[in-house]
């Protein structure tokens, strides 16, 4: 099992920055993968920005692409999601989600959500 917790959200204006940050517990040695997604009122989850455990690959959405960038604290099992020159688009809550090895189910946070005003 894997529990995750994310934390960073808030208010911010138009072209301020947030980070958000997601710790993971427990079998974190079984981890594959770990990704932010977000969910705005009225509309389905979306992918924003993931990567690899390892570190091979890294992906963003067209969105996120020069705005965001997620990076890995090891020392922590913490993943960050550094959001800059924020968007009132951008509001939503954001979710973080892991991949684990020999799960058929994603682990997901309990959200944190994110509002930008214009």
């Known amino acids: 099992q894997v529990q995750l917790i994310e934390s960073g959200g808030g208010l911010v204006q138009e072209g301020g920055s947030l980070r958000l940050s997601c710790a993971a517990t427990g079998r974190t040695f079984r981890i594959l993968s770990m990704a932010w997604f977000r969910q705005a009122p009225g509309k389905e989850r979306e992918f924003v920005a993931g990567f690899s455990w390892s570190g091979d690959w890294a992906n963003y959405a067209d969105s996120a692409k020069g705005r965001f960038t997620i990076s890995r604290d090891s020392a922590e099992n913490t993943v960050h999601l550094q959001m800059n020159n924020l968007k009132p688009e951008d509001t939503a809550v954001y979710y973080c989600?892991?991949?684990?090895?020999?799960?058929?189910?994603?682990?997901w946070g309990q959200g944190t959500q994110v509002t930008v005003s214009s």
């Open positions: 989600e892991a991949v684990i090895m020999g799960s058929t189910t994603d682990y």
